[in-house]
């Protein structure tokens, strides 16, 4: 059976961030050929979608990047901007490492 891993992105800025961040993330998952990913010996496909507000509105819309959060994994990230993609993708999706710098406790 294939998981299925959603990054949610919300787009409720008015800047258009979120859009952008969506676009460079799913960029980035066929750059790095982490749209399939085997984890614990098993098939995940990774997902990502646009919605609105998450209820993280201190780190979208009122900074410079737009908010988003990994399911089901329940991590949350904030202020992301299109070149965080890259290593959100290659070190979260990739290697498993939290990108603390982006990483919102809720
Ligand atoms: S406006 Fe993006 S989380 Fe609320």
């Known amino acids: 059976m294939t998981q299925i ?8 800025q008015k ?3 979120g859009e ?5 993330l799913k960029k980035e998952l066929k ?3 982490l749209k399939k990913l ?18 993280l509105c201190k780190q979208c819309k009122k900074g410079p990047g737009a908010a988003l ?9 904030g202020n992301v901007r299109p070149a965080d993609a890259a290593a ?12 603390k710098r982006l990483q ?3």
């Open 15 to 17: 800047s258009g961030v």
């Open 31 to 33: 750059m790095q050929g």
């Open 20 to 24: 952008a961040v969506a676009k460079a």
């Open 38 to 55: 085997l984890v614990g010996g098993e098939r995940q496909q990774v997902r990502v979608q646009t919605c609105n507000c998450l209820d």
């Open 88 to 99: 959100l993708v290659g070190e979260y999706l990739g290697r498993g490492q939290v990108v």
């Open 5 to 12: 891993r959603r990054l949610f992105v919300c787009t409720n």
């Open 69 to 77: 959060v990994v399911y089901p994994d329940g991590i949350a990230y």
């Open 104 to 106: 919102i406790e809720e």
